[in-house]
């Protein structure tokens, strides 16, 4: 890919133009290449740059790349797409509002029912908005504000407690040099909060930095810590880092120095923090582990002031209540006939009488009856099926409430999305498993359904021929052919309290 040049397309051209929203990635991925922080690429990846970079690691420029950049499209789309003629796709975001065209130069197969497409990106439209828009800016801009030769990067992708903050300013007086913070927000941060509140309580440390300039990048994670690096370490240096601090230990390329952070303690005799040799141990405090801070606020206790500044201590309250505030979807699978209805709602009556929780309480049936009418039972629509509830359950969660969901759920990756959702609201997910064996559910068949499926009259019955797949994540396994309803349900009640989601039972 070249050099961008400015895209002319008539508004009647575009108006017979194909559109498509991406996935979540690619969509990261696009605001990317439109940021310029993907440089030298200008748009997706096709066959010839993925095998470059499959087999060498470069573009065929001879530029190191990490990773592919892609864009799929149902192959129904590329129908009217001539070879060699390049064709306007509009890019739209979540809400249906266009983003961006890519300027389709290649297309090809990529699985059944599926094309990559290959050619430049251009901005297009009013889409995309985001909170924190202000801070998402083209690597032009940010390089404007540069105003020192040495630019120390550091990807915020957590808060910033009193020791990160103790590094950051060691290492940019040592090296004389300007700090910039990305901040990635793609997703829920590795602790668990949302993109919004991560920014907040970086935000928060501002004037803990010297004189910072703090931007927000959608950079996605692509599972290899390897990989992870020498990406981050491309975007930085499209945006002017020249040095990285890192605790990671990785090589990062791209013209970026890795500087390796010093390993610090809180000194009591006087409030620094100083290197962990320069302080003995009788007056030694040392950084709070993730669990110990997140185990803090589930509990509702202050953050230590010698650990946390209160500016950033008030945001995490903010944005991790402690449980028993906090949202939380409570998510019951397990077959038909298990019994995971009753004791759902059994759970759901008993909080109902202490009012102790806002609750929705969203059953299988009910919900194929109002919510997803309509659906059949093929895999794609029990999938489509288990999204909506974990949809609804997420935004019921969003806003504290708890939403306690009880359909099979027979599918582990639809399971996982419904917890995704919740935790991209900022809400806990519960997963229990009521594991009653299938023989049992057939002896109750309260339906029928079962004596159907035997008989060759139902088919893609969960457990009889159709598969169901046992969660290999779940918080809480009960199996209710053993002991009464009121057990199973004071189990749940009991692991609930706790946990501290609710309050202990009397």
Known sequence: ????????????????????????????????????????????????????????????????????ITLEIPSGMIDGIEAGQPTPLVVTDPEGAPVAIVLIEETWETRPGWHGVAGPVHRHGDGGHA???????????????????????IFADRPLHRPQLAQLVHASRQLAAQVLILIPVSGPSPDGLTPEALVRSVLAARDRMPSPVIIAVPLAERGSELIDALLRARVAAAYGVTH???????????????IVPRELS?????????????????????????????????????????????????????????????????????????????IARGVSDALLETGERSLTLLDGDVVRRELSAGLGFSKEDRDRNIRRIGWVAAEAARHGGMAICCPIAPYAAARAAAREMAHAAGADFVLVHVATPIEVCEQRDRKGLYARARAGTLTGMTGVDDPYEEPQDAQLTIDASVGTVSEAVSEVLTYLADQGWINPRG
């Not at 030694?284 to 997140?294: D, H, N, Q």
Request: proline share 9%; glycine share 10%; net charge neutral.
């Open 1 to 68: 890919m070249g050099e961008r040049s400015e895209l002319v397309i008539s508004e009647e051209s575009l108006r017979g133009a194909p559109s498509w929203t991406p996935s979540a990635t690619e969509l990261s991925d696009l605001e990317l290449l439109l940021a310029g922080a993907y440089a030298p690429l200008t748009g997706f990846m096709g066959p010839a740059d993925l095998e470059s970079v499959a087999r060498t690691g470069k573009l065929p420029s001879g530029a190191a790349w990490p990773v592919p």
């Open 266 to 342: 809180y000194d009591a005799r006087d409030g620094q923090w100083r290197d962990r040799d320069e302080v003995p141990e009788r007056f030694e405090r040392r950084p709070l582990k993730t669990r110990e801070i997140a185990d803090l606020l589930d509990d509702g206790l202050a953050l230590p002031e010698w650990h946390t500044p209160p500016a950033v201590a008030k945001e995490l309250g903010r944005a991790r209540p402690p449980r028993r505030h906090r949202g939380l979807v409570l998510f019951f699978t397990g077959l038909s006939g298990s019994g995971k209805s009753t």
């Open 244 to 258: 990285l601090l890192s605790t990671s230990g990785t090589v990062t390329g791209a013209g970026v120095k890795l």
């Open 131 to 153: 909170p924190f828009s202000r801070l998402r800016a083209d690597t032009e801009t940010v390089r404007s504000y540069l105003t020192e030769p040495r630019v120390l990067g």
